[in-house]
Structure formats: C-alpha cells, structure tokens
C-alpha cells in the first residue's frame, strides 16, 4: 500500500467509563482525514483495568468507510503513538501520515511524529480537532515539554 495513513490519536481520563469529548472531537476530524486514505490506525490505551482501550472505544464510534482500520490499544504516550505509527507505515509503505489530535496537543505531536518518522520520505502533517481547549489541559501540555527529549530519544529508538 502505497498512499496516507490516517492516525488518532486517542485521549481519556480516569474518571469516565465512554469515549471522551476530546476524543470524540479527534474521531470527527478524522472522518474528513480519512476521506480518500488507505488505513486509518486508531490508537490509545486503557487507564483503567477492566475498561476498553481508547482505540476500541474509537473502533466502536467509526463511522467511516472505504480505509482499512487498525486498533492499537497499547500505545501509552504521544512518543509511544509516534513509534508505533511510524512502524505501521513503514510496514504498509505509506508516503504520508496525517496526525489527528488536539490543537494543544497538537505541537508536541507534529514533533514526536517527525522524530519515530525521520529519514523516511514520509511526509507529515497535523490535522487539529476543534473544541475546548482546557485550562488544565493545555497545562498539562507545558508540563509535558520538558520531557521531550527523552521521548524524542524513545520515539527514535522504537520507531526504526
């Protein structure tokens, strides 16, 4: 397969049991992603035991048609999302992946992508859900910079 590969990035809190709205507004931004693309990969995992995966939650709110559609219920953190895509890519040959997330998530992953997919040819690009933008949220996104490094360095390891 040759072509884009659409990937969401998924989102949840402890505290709900469904998909959360900021989730929710990624898979609808996805829906026009996907229009025209070979495979979308759906990714996220639990944060509570004996809950469905962030992917599965997204899988059973699909509704788009005509890509093929990948789970990944183990991806844990944007670096580990960037890696796990990037394999999938290299795997079915991609040449474009487009990142669906939040528009405060939205740097943070643009760079991790770039990271897991450098050196590739494949190009990039990031596609921002719209809705809230939480006070907390984009803080906890602040929080998360000073990271970066030792998820560019985890992101480059796994990712080839």
Do not use: K
């Not at 040759?2 to 809190?13: F, T």
């Not at 026009?32 to 709110?61: T, Y």
């Not at 509704?63 to 960037?82: H, I, K, L, Q």
């Not at 405060?104 to 596609?127: C, N």
């Amino acid at each position: 397969m040759s072509g884009r590969l659409v990937a969401v990035l998924g989102y949840s809190e402890r505290r709900e049991n469904g998909l959360h709205p900021v989730c929710a507004a990624r898979l609808e931004r996805a829906l026009a992603e996907a229009e025209g693309a070979s495979a979308v990969v759906l990714s996220g995992w639990s944060r509570r035991r004996g809950r469905l995966p962030e992917a599965e939650l997204m899988a059973g709110a699909w509704r788009g048609s005509g890509a093929s559609v990948v789970c990944d219920p183990f991806a844990r953190t944007t670096a580990e999302n960037a890696a796990r895509v990037a394999t999938l890519a290299r795997e079915v040959g991609a040449d474009e992946v487009v990142v669906v997330t939040s528009g405060w998530h939205a740097p943070r992953a643009r760079l991790l992508f770039r990271a897991a997919l450098g050196g590739t040819g494949v190009r990039i690009s990031v596609a921002a859900a719209s809705g809230p933008r939480p006070l907390r949220l984009r803080l906890g996104e602040l929080v998360r910079w000073p990271l970066v490094p030792l998820q560019l360095a985890l992101a480059r390891r796994s990712g080839r």
